[in-house]
């Protein structure tokens, strides 16, 4: 058998508004205990 090496990768969502910074975030419904969140998957 073969090896696959796997490479992972993030990347942060982000734009300027009014000078400012922002990042992309979200608060998932019914886990707000959870906090401000970054959208991230597999």
Known sequence: MENIATVKVTA???REQ???KQ???F???GFEHLGFQVP???
């Open 40 to 42: 991230g998957g597999r």
């Open 18 to 20: 009014n000078g400012s």
């Open 27 to 29: 608060e998932e419904s």
């Open 23 to 25: 990042l992309v975030v």
């Open 12 to 14: 942060y969502i982000t």
